[in-house]
């Protein structure tokens, strides 16, 4: 709790009733536990008389003996707190992961909560057996006269020598003397059946006493050794310095010293250390000021913190102002109780002017020719240091408007950085007609450069506005490729306007790109608009994508009337199709598996529709038997979508066969031998009567005999070679060729070949 009161009380009462004015707050975590159980020890040291050491072992043994007496254990809730979604462990109902309350020692609540007069009552019942402490120093318990920086040999012993734990350096100068204990941090020494022993050079300057506190162990009570007197003189010393410089405290630190910009942060750091030990091996402790001197001349002072560190300036003392130009920086040390006086080492750096941005500021963003603008122009810079001098310039469309010297310098943005600004008045009447662009320069002064900053004001006089839509367009279009250009006076304009157009941003490395065409002239009347036709022209191979056109008027009788409009045109590419097959083809004369491809028709820019398939055979081997022949199935697919569409062609071709050529032979004969035979066979009378077919059975059989010795073969209607021998049938080996063709319905034909390989 706390309250308002200007006298910083802990609290506001009235004869021990809390006044109107106390004012209340909660507090949690460690922030609460850690200063009320420091409070809690501070009364039991204080009734024990002596150091506690670990006070973990006493808690613990108390819990296991008394824990119903010392300690009131917390069962219920959690440890979870309220968290940002996204943030590491927070779960989805808004709080963190965390721990249980539950019986006994938990992770949410430990112990439980204290009770700080059982825990002093009952604080002997649990400490151990008593113990006895003794130290040396070099082997010795006799004083000690040694220079600051000297490695001395420390020895603990502790009875009981099973006693286990730690013990600590402890010694009796204190902070009101000026002399920290042992460089700000602990030492000690790890015990281990009742001794222990290490090195240690750390010892501050100074006449004093040194002695170990033991911090007991589950067993043994905590206890105190021995005093032993030492004296320290100081050792000769040096002080390292390094210099960091940042363009604002959060920032990373700036890599270049020899380029930062004026008004940056800039620390000179610097550290103590006993020459003999080095830098990093001393564990000295450095007490009072540094002086820092640049190029040889003091800038200022930085105390010696408990780190014996230093460094200038502090943050809250603001931006050191380094001139613009080098610098070298170093440190005197004027020595204590443990170190002799030192100078530092030497740093240089570069100061170089720090960069401006120049930011113009119109009231208003539209002027007429009787009224005036005031714009603010502001000179603004990353810089903590002073704001910018020198002289602002003002032109408008190249001409100077004005120039001043008569800078509000200030930090009046919200981060603090320098700031300097003019208020330039600008009357309308110094204007062009339409858009007017104003370009504020900043000469720069010793600490900054310069800088431009630009801005537009419109001046409403006598003129005329243009404005256009945009196209959506396919390439080589001749319809859809076109918008309307409205032209409108102001100020009772009238008259001819001159328009012209220009393709002012086009894809990278585009192929055909658009042109553009936009009649001569268009008349406005002063009072109705008056429109014009932007044409856009492209082809069919015209690169699809986003285009701006530019199109400008200009009043004919003058030429000092200008407006302007731009038209986003985009183009996209007509709908097609590509054919692709999947692979070559080798397959064996007659073979039905092997014998196929994949097709796929892929659509492109939209494409959608039916596409019938076609093929043919496109090359063959000269003199070609039974050669190979082509089907597709489905031989028409459908385009609906972005997917391709997917067909396979299929290759037929003839098994290959060999036969036997024959001789004549008298076997082939047989049928016609017998029919004459049995012709003569026949009675002589019968014979006679016969003799019509007589004729007719001589006849086919010279017929049959005549084909008999003419043909040689089986009758199979193939060539036979003289002699006899072998003939084979079917495809002939080789490469073919095979074409395929796709065609949509609007005639769009892709093809594709695929290379045929007959074995």
Request: hydrophobic share 35%; with cysteine.
């Amino acid at each position: 709790m706390s309250a308002s009161s200007s006298l910083g009380v802990d609290c506001a009462n009235n004869q021990g009733v809390f006044a109107d004015n106390a004012r209340f707050s909660g507090a949690g975590g460690t922030s609460a536990a850690t200063p009320a159980f420091a409070g809690m020890l501070a009364l039991l040291e204080q009734k024990i008389g002596s150091r506690l050491g670990n006070v973990n072992y006493v808690l613990y043994k108390l819990a296991a003996t008394k824990y119903s007496t010392v300690f009131h254990d917390i069962t219920e809730g959690n440890n979870a707190v309220v968290c940002t979604q996204g943030t590491p462990n927070c779960g989805t109902n808004g709080f963190t992961t965390g721990y249980d309350a539950g019986t006994g020692y938990d992770m949410a609540s430990g112990l439980g909560s204290v009770d700080a007069a059982q825990m002093v009552a009952n604080w002997s019942s649990a400490t151990g057996a008593s113990s006895t402490t003794t130290l040396t120093i070099d082997g010795a318990t006799s004083a000690v006269n040694v220079t600051h920086g000297t490695s001395l040999n420390f020895s603990v012993s502790v009875d009981p020598a099973s006693a286990t734990g730690v013990a600590g350096l402890v010694t009796t100068v204190t902070a009101s003397e000026g002399q920290p204990t042992l460089n700000g941090l602990p030492f000690t020494i790890p015990i281990n059946l009742g001794s222990g022993t290490s090195s240690y050079n750390g010892l501050p300057g100074g006449q004093y006493t040194v002695y170990a506190s033991y911090g007991g162990d589950t067993t043994t009570s905590a206890s105190q050794s021995n005093a032993i007197s030492v004296n320290i003189a100081s050792e000769a010393s040096s002080t390292k310095l390094w210099v960091n410089a940042y363009s604002a405290p959060s920032e990373a630190p700036i890599a270049n010293l020899n380029a930062i910009p004026y008004g940056s942060y800039i620390f000179s750091e610097t550290s103590v250390y006993g020459t003999a030990e080095g830098y990093d091996a001393s564990l000295g402790y450095a007490t009072g000021t540094m002086t820092m001197l640049d190029n040889g001349t003091s800038i200022g002072t930085a105390p010696i913190t408990s780190g014996n560190f230093a460094s200038f300036p502090s943050l809250t003392a603001g931006v050191y102002p380094y001139a613009v130009g080098a610098h070298t920086v170093t440190a005197t040390y004027p020595g204590d109780a443990s170190y002799k006086a030192n100078t530092s080492n030497a740093v240089s750096f570069t100061v170089v002017k720090g960069a401006t941005k120049s930011v113009l500021y119109p009231a208003t963003a539209t002027v007429s020719s009787s009224s005036t603008d005031n714009i603010e122009v502001d000179i603004t810079t990353s810089s903590l240091g002073n704001p910018p001098t020198g002289t602002i310039t003002l032109t408008a469309n190249g001409t100077t408007l004005g120039t001043t010297s008569a800078l509000n310098g200030g930090a009046s943005l919200s981060d603090g950085t320098a700031v300097a600004s003019a208020i330039f008045p600008v009357q309308g009447s110094k204007l062009v007609n339409g858009i007017n662009t104003l370009t504020a320069t900043y000469s720069g002064d010793s600490n900054y450069a310069g800088s431009t900053g630009t801005t537009t004001i419109t001046m409403n006089g006598s003129g005329f506005a243009l404005k256009t839509t945009a196209i959506n367009m396919t390439a080589g279009a001749t319809t859809g490729n076109t918008a309307t250009i409205t032209a409108t006076s102001s100020g009772s304009f009238a008259g001819l306007v001159n328009l012209s157009c220009a393709v002012t941003t086009s894809p990278a490395n585009a192929a055909s790109p658009i042109t553009c065409s936009v009649p001569s002239q268009l008349l406005l009347t002063g009072t109705h608009a008056a429109t014009s036709t932007l044409t856009i022209n492209s082809t069919a191979s015209t690169t699809a994508g986003s285009y701006i056109v530019t199109i400008t008027g200009t009043d004919a009788a003058t030429g000092k009337i200008t407006a302007s409009t731009t038209s986003a045109v985009t183009v996209t590419g007509e709908p097609a199709i590509t054919l692709t097959g999947s692979q070559a083809i080798t397959l064996t004369a007659g073979a039905t598996s092997g014998n196929t491809a994949n097709l796929t028709v892929t659509p492109v820019n939209g494409f959608t529709g039916a596409v019938a398939l076609a093929c043919t055979v496109t090359t063959a081997r000269a003199g070609a038997t039974d050669p190979i022949t082509c089907s597709i199935s489905p031989s028409s697919v459908t385009i609906s979508g972005a997917a391709a569409a997917t067909s396979t062609l299929t290759i037929s071709s003839t098994a290959r066969t060999t036969s036997a050529l024959l001789q004549p032979s008298l076997r082939n004969m047989s049928g016609t031998a017998l029919a004459i035979g049995l012709f003569f066979l026949l009675p002589l009378r019968r014979i006679r009567k016969l003799r019509g077919l007589l004729a007719l059975v001589l006849l086919a059989g010279l017929v049959s005999l005549g084909s008999l010795m003419g043909c040689g073969g089986s009758g199979s209607g193939k060539t036979s070679p003289p002699g006899g021998g072998t003939t084979q049938t079917g495809t002939t080996a080789g490469a073919y060729v095979v074409t395929v063709t796709a065609t949509s319905a609007d005639a769009t034909t892709q093809t594709t070949t695929v290379n045929v390989t007959v074995n």
